[in-house]
Every structure is written in structure tokens, then in C-alpha cells.
């Protein structure tokens, strides 16, 4: 939504189990490299006189490169202010990279008591065992388990991993210059706020516009640390609708034409008709697309876009709504107003992005059609972040006074919520995602906020269907499902502030059956 000056350098967090390659593991804290194993089971001298990365079974000239270009860099990531060849010994030559394994361990937590995604209360102390990536049982009887490391929970509550429906991984840690015109570094910035977001407590993201696919690649991959991204590739916009930020000297557009810097970066990309969306839109779904985005109306952050006006006609957007049901999934559309809204409904659209302006009528089409409406409670240092006299300012002062509104609509209508930051260029404020989630309390119960930041969340994913990247459930703390899961020090029911201080808050973080930050006292 909006521009904010950037942030200082943000403390590298204490990570755990980063990195696994046929047998060996990489360790990182403070942004240092501290050892390498060729074997998990056995580990350099803690004497080690450096901060080294040695990279064992290497094998030929291609692999040495693709080391160099892109599991060096990763590591590395974030590390500002520092030359590289200051602090790290590097001794590389190739690797062979395989798809990444499932933990083969198992995690037993005892004494927890759980906020299982769904309910509105914490279950009594309870045991739960982790086995590889799933959480295989839950038992207030104890639970033996042969050689499973053990978290005893001394009582605190262990609930899902959070999940950030609107969500921007490519376009936080950057400027607007460098998100479009220096891909190389945006890439490695997103890759540092990648790990910051897991750190956060965010298992899960929903990006929904930005060229995040390499990203989602390393993070699946294990060369990055961070969550898991379920997304849309590039926002599909129209010339002069909300995500053409190209310039005057720009134009004239010529359909089929060569694409401008900001469309070859892949954040989002202009067309003008129904068959230039569906070539844009095969494109994502070609590159790992789990669902599309269309802006149907104008937005805040696009200086050409009016929000009063409807962008796409409605043959332009069911011709992106045909398309994504051919690959088993569906179209998201970013629309504040009624008529855009409407027009997406009639389109085919599942879900709508804001609504921010809608009225009362719109909202119960909304609930009637059974789609979802995707709410950010923007914070005001956003709108204060937009310059005074800005077109984009006064945008946002039209759009604020909507937002509490829009929330009492989707209670008043039962309207399937979901809840999201939509953080754009600004560290600051991706700092504040959890504080963000904790704003809700202006509606809703904690309790309320909580589940639709994990079971609700989960449940808008699964519309991705046969592009769901993470088959398996999510969200929810029960046999079965995925174990994203959070160790909490405090009860964040009673609290919801607890979401906004994870540093101290959050004690264990688990994705995908691996744990990555454990700061329980031995």
C-alpha cells in the first residue's frame, strides 16, 4: 500500500537447522556462518577459529557455480555494512542438489496445553508427538517415543504456525527502484525478510504479487530459511490500473510488444485484452502459480490508477477466471469499490482483496455468492508514511475510514474473513505483521483473531486445489496435519499482544516437522 523510508539493518535471529544437503547441515547465528558438518552426527570443535563454510562431496564445474551463485548468497543474506571477504572463510567446490527430504526424526511435546486453529479454548495439558513432518498424535496420556527429542512445555500453549493471507515477499525489503529495476538485490533482500517472517511465528504466506517464485524455490529447497509461500507470480493489470507503475516515457504500449523493466522483473505485468490475459496467466500457472491475481479498480500505491475506476472489463476478467479453472484453482481480484467488486463476482472471481469502499448491498453479495473477502487492518504509520499533497495520500484518506466498516459488514453478514498485513517497501513495518494481526482485537475476540490467522487462513489455501504446493493440512494442531507449530510463552487467548513481541513470545517455532528457533530454558 504504501512507500516508507528504509529501515535499519534488523538483528540477524538465532536459527536452527537451516540447511540440509545429502547428509550434511548448516548451522547459522547472528548472520555468522558457525560450522558445516559433513555428518548431522558430527559436529566441528566448538574452538573453531573462524566463521568458516566448508561444503563437502563436490562434484564438477556446474555445481561449483551454482554454489557460488546461489547457496553462497543465500547464506549470506542480510548481512549489511560488512565486506564478505571480512568475516567469512569460504572454501566451495560444488555440490549436487537434490529435492529436499522430509525430517526423518520425531519431536515429542509434553505438557502443553493446545489452541488447536478451530476452537476458542485451550485443550487440557496434553502431549503431542511430531513424527517427520506430521503430527502423528495428541494424547493427554503420556506418549512414549523411542529417541524422540523432547520439548517439555511446562504447561505453555503450543498452537499452529500464523498465516499471512496478503503478503508481498518480494516487495518488502526493497524500494520501489530496486524491486523494479535491480532484481539481484531484491531477491536477496526478500531472502533476509524471508527468515525474519518464519521468526516472526509466520509459518505461511499467501503472497499475492511479485516475482517471488525463485524465492519460494530456495526456501523449499533449504538454501533460505523462511515460510511457506503459496504464490501468485505477477499482479495482472491493465495500462494505467493499479500495479502499472511504468512511467510516461514508457508509452505508447504496443500489444505484444517488447515488456518494460518493470514487467521483465515479473511484479506485475500490463494487458489490454482477453487473449493477453490468458497468455499472462498461463505464464504464472507455468512458473508455479498456486493461484492469480487481477487488480479490478484502482489502488492507493498506483499514481495513475483512480480508485473510483473499474480497470478490467468483464470479458478480460472471466477470461482469467476460465484459465485458472482449467488448472484447478482461482483468480483473486484486488478491488475497493462496488462496481469492481461486482464485476468481479459476475466474472467468476473466489476471492476479493480490501472492499474498503464497499457498500452494504456489496457486502451481501458477498455472503450470498459464498465468496471470500481478504481484510488488512492497515496501520496507520502506512498512511502516514505516504507523503502530505500525494495523489497517493489522498487515496488513503479516502480509503482508512473504510476499513472499520468493512470489518463490522463481514461480521454483520458472516462473511468468510480472511485476515492479511499487505506490507509494501518497508521493513518498519513488516516488523509489525504480528502487531498488525494483534489490531483485530478492534473487532474481534482474541480467540476470533487467532483462528482466522490460522484455521480460517488454511482454509482460504486450500482453493488452490491442484496447485496447492503443500498438499496436506494446515492451520490446525491435530493427527494428521502439517507440523507448523509455535511454542508460546504465555496464553496469546487471553492476550493477543502476545503475536506482536516474538522474540520473547514465541519459544519454539517448528516448520514442516523442523524446528528452527528453540529458546526454551535447558
Given at each position: 500500500?504504501?512507500?516508507?523510508?528504509?529501515?535499519?539493518?534488523?538483528?540477524?535471529?538465532?536459527?536452527?537447522?537451516?540447511?540440509?544437503?545429502?547428509?550434511?547441515?548448516?548451522?547459522?547465528?547472528?548472520?555468522?556462518?558457525?560450522?558445516?558438518?559433513?555428518?548431522?552426527?558430527?559436529?566441528?570443535?566448538?574452538?573453531?577459529?573462524?566463521?568458516?563454510?566448508?561444503?563437502?562431496?563436490?562434484?564438477?564445474?556446474?555445481?561449483?557455480?551454482?554454489?557460488?551463485?546461489?547457496?553462497?548468497?543465500?547464506?549470506?543474506?542480510?548481512?549489511?555494512g560488512v565486506g564478505l571477504a571480512h568475516d567469512y572463510a569460504i572454501e566451495v567446490s560444488g555440490v549436487e542438489t537434490e529435492p529436499p527430504v522430509?525430517?526423518?526424526?520425531?519431536?515429542?511435546?509434553?505438557?502443553?496445553?493446545?489452541?488447536?486453529?478451530?476452537?476458542?479454548?485451550?485443550?487440557?495439558?496434553?502431549?503431542?508427538?511430531?513424527?517427520?513432518?506430521?503430527?502423528?498424535?495428541?494424547?493427554?496420556?503420556?506418549?512414549?517415543?523411542?529417541?524422540?527429542?523432547?520439548?517439555?512445555?511446562?504447561?505453555?500453549?503450543?498452537?499452529?504456525?500464523?498465516?499471512?493471507?496478503?503478503?508481498?515477499?518480494?516487495?518488502?525489503?526493497s524500494t520501489p527502484a530496486e524491486a523494479m529495476g535491480d532484481i539481484g538485490f531484491a531477491n536477496l533482500a526478500a531472502g533476509d525478510e524471508a527468515?525474519?517472517?518464519?521468526?516472526?511465528?509466520?509459518?505461511?504466506?499467501?503472497?499475492?504479487?511479485?516475482?517471488?517464485?525463485?524465492?519460494?524455490?530456495?526456501?523449499?529447497?533449504?538454501?533460505?530459511?523462511?515460510?511457506?509461500?503459496?504464490?501468485?507470480?505477477?499482479?495482472?493489470?491493465?495500462?494505467?490500473?493499479?500495479?502499472?507503475?511504468?512511467?510516461?516515457?514508457?508509452?505508447?504500449?504496443?500489444?505484444?510488444?517488447?515488456?518494460?523493466?518493470?514487467?521483465?522483473?515479473?511484479?506485475?505485468?500490463?494487458?489490454?485484452?482477453?487473449?493477453?490475459?490468458?497468455?499472462?496467466?498461463?505464464?504464472?500457472?507455468?512458473?508455479?502459480?498456486?493461484?492469480?491475481?487481477?487488480?479490478?479498480?484502482?489502488?492507493?500505491?498506483?499514481?495513475?490508477?483512480?480508485?473510483?475506476?473499474?480497470?478490467?472489463?468483464?470479458?478480460?476478467?472471466?477470461?482469467?477466471?476460465?484459465?485458472?479453472?482449467?488448472?484447478?484453482?482461482?483468480?483473486?481480484?484486488?478491488?475497493?469499490?462496488?462496481?469492481?467488486?461486482?464485476?468481479?463476482?459476475?466474472?467468476?472471481?473466489?476471492?476479493?482483496?480490501?472492499?474498503?469502499?464497499?457498500?452494504?448491498?456489496?457486502?451481501?453479495?458477498?455472503?450470498?455468492?459464498?465468496?471470500?473477502?481478504?481484510?488488512?487492518?492497515?496501520?496507520?504509520?502506512?498512511?502516514?508514511?505516504?507523503?502530505?499533497?500525494?495523489?497517493?495520500?489522498?487515496?488513503?484518506?479516502?480509503?482508512?475510514?473504510?476499513?472499520?466498516?468493512?470489518?463490522?459488514?463481514?461480521?454483520?453478514?458472516?462473511?468468510?474473513?480472511?485476515?492479511?498485513?499487505?506490507?509494501?517497501?518497508?521493513?518498519?513495518?513488516?516488523?509489525?505483521?504480528?502487531?498488525?494481526?494483534?489490531?483485530?482485537?478492534?473487532?474481534?475476540?482474541?480467540?476470533?483473531?487467532?483462528?482466522?490467522?490460522?484455521?480460517?487462513?488454511?482454509?482460504?489455501?486450500?482453493?488452490?486445489?491442484?496447485?496447492?504446493?503443500?498438499?496436506?493440512?494446515?492451520?490446525?494442531?491435530?493427527?494428521?496435519?502439517?507440523?507448523?507449530?509455535?511454542?508460546?510463552?504465555?496464553?496469546?487467548?487471553?492476550?493477543?499482544?502476545?503475536?506482536?513481541?516474538?522474540?520473547?513470545?514465541?519459544?519454539?517455532?517448528?516448520?514442516?516437522?523442523?524446528?528452527?528457533?528453540?529458546?526454551?530454558?535447558?
Amino acid at each position: 500500500m504504501t512507500c516508507c523510508p528504509r529501515a535499519a539493518a534488523e538483528p540477524r535471529p538465532a536459527i536452527v537447522a537451516a540447511s540440509r544437503r545429502r547428509g550434511w547441515i548448516v548451522q547459522r547465528q547472528n548472520a555468522k556462518v558457525v560450522s558445516a558438518r559433513v555428518q548431522i552426527s558430527r559436529s566441528l570443535p566448538s574452538s573453531h577459529p573462524q566463521p568458516m563454510l566448508r561444503v563437502h562431496e563436490m562434484t564438477g564445474l556446474r555445481t561449483y557455480l551454482l554454489s557460488l551463485l546461489f547457496l553462497v548468497p543465500a547464506l549470506l543474506v542480510g548481512h549489511s555494512g560488512v565486506g564478505l571477504a571480512h568475516d567469512y572463510a569460504i572454501e566451495v567446490s560444488g555440490v549436487e542438489t537434490e529435492p529436499p527430504v522430509a525430517p526423518t526424526g520425531s519431536v515429542l511435546f509434553e505438557n502443553v496445553r493446545i489452541f488447536d486453529g478451530k476452537a476458542s479454548t485451550l485443550s487440557p495439558a496434553s502431549n503431542v508427538l511430531v513424527n517427520g513432518n506430521l503430527i502423528e498424535r495428541i494424547s493427554t496420556a503420556p506418549i512414549e517415543a523411542a529417541g524422540a527429542k523432547v520439548i517439555a512445555g511446562g504447561g505453555r500453549v503450543l498452537m499452529p504456525g500464523l498465516i499471512d493471507a496478503h503478503w508481498h515477499a518480494m516487495l518488502i525489503a526493497s524500494t520501489p527502484a530496486e524491486a523494479m529495476g535491480d532484481i539481484g538485490f531484491a531477491n536477496l533482500a526478500a531472502g533476509d525478510e524471508a527468515t525474519h517472517t518464519l521468526m516472526r511465528g509466520f509459518t505461511t504466506v499467501r503472497d499475492v504479487g511479485g516475482p517471488v517464485f525463485g524465492l519460494k524455490r530456495a526456501i523449499d529447497s533449504g538454501i533460505v530459511v523462511g515460510p511457506r509461500i503459496y504464490p501468485s507470480g505477477a499482479m495482472i493489470t491493465v495500462t494505467s490500473g493499479h500495479g502499472d507503475f511504468r512511467q510516461f516515457s514508457d508509452l505508447p504500449r504496443t500489444i505484444g510488444g517488447p515488456f518494460t523493466p518493470m514487467e521483465r522483473n515479473g511484479g506485475s505485468i500490463v494487458v489490454d485484452s482477453p487473449d493477453e490475459v490468458r497468455l499472462r496467466v498461463r505464464e504464472q500457472f507455468m512458473q508455479g502459480a498456486a493461484h492469480v491475481k487481477l487488480t479490478a479498480g484502482g489502488g492507493v500505491s498506483s499514481p495513475f490508477s483512480p480508485l473510483d475506476v473499474t480497470t478490467f472489463t468483464e470479458p478480460e476478467m472471466r477470461a482469467a477466471v476460465e484459465i485458472a479453472e482449467n488448472w484447478g484453482t482461482y483468480v483473486i481480484a484486488h478491488a475497493f469499490t462496488t462496481d469492481a467488486i461486482k464485476m468481479a463476482i459476475a466474472a467468476g472471481v473466489k476471492c476479493i482483496e480490501h472492499g474498503f469502499l464497499m457498500d452494504e448491498e456489496t457486502a451481501k453479495l458477498i455472503a450470498e455468492k459464498d465468496i471470500w473477502l481478504s481484510l488488512q487492518p492497515l496501520p496507520e504509520m502506512m498512511r502516514l508514511g505516504l507523503r502530505e499533497g500525494s495523489v497517493e495520500r489522498a487515496k488513503a484518506e479516502e480509503v482508512w475510514p473504510g476499513i472499520g466498516r468493512t470489518y463490522e459488514l463481514a461480521k454483520k453478514y458472516k462473511i468468510k474473513t480472511a485476515w492479511g498485513t499487505d506490507v509494501l517497501f518497508s521493513r518498519d513495518l513488516a516488523r509489525q505483521q504480528g502487531a498488525i494481526l494483534a489490531s483485530l482485537i478492534r473487532w474481534y475476540t482474541p480467540a476470533e483473531a487467532l483462528v482466522m490467522a490460522t484455521g480460517t487462513n488454511a482454509e482460504l489455501l486450500t482453493l488452490s486445489g491442484k496447485r496447492n504446493p503443500y498438499p496436506g493440512k494446515l492451520g490446525v494442531v491435530e493427527e494428521g496435519a502439517l507440523a507448523d507449530l509455535l511454542l508460546v510463552d504465555g496464553n496469546p487467548l487471553e492476550d493477543l499482544q502476545l503475536v506482536a513481541k516474538p522474540e520473547t513470545s514465541f519459544l519454539v517455532i517448528m516448520k514442516d516437522g523442523r524446528i528452527f528457533k528453540d529458546t526454551l530454558p535447558n
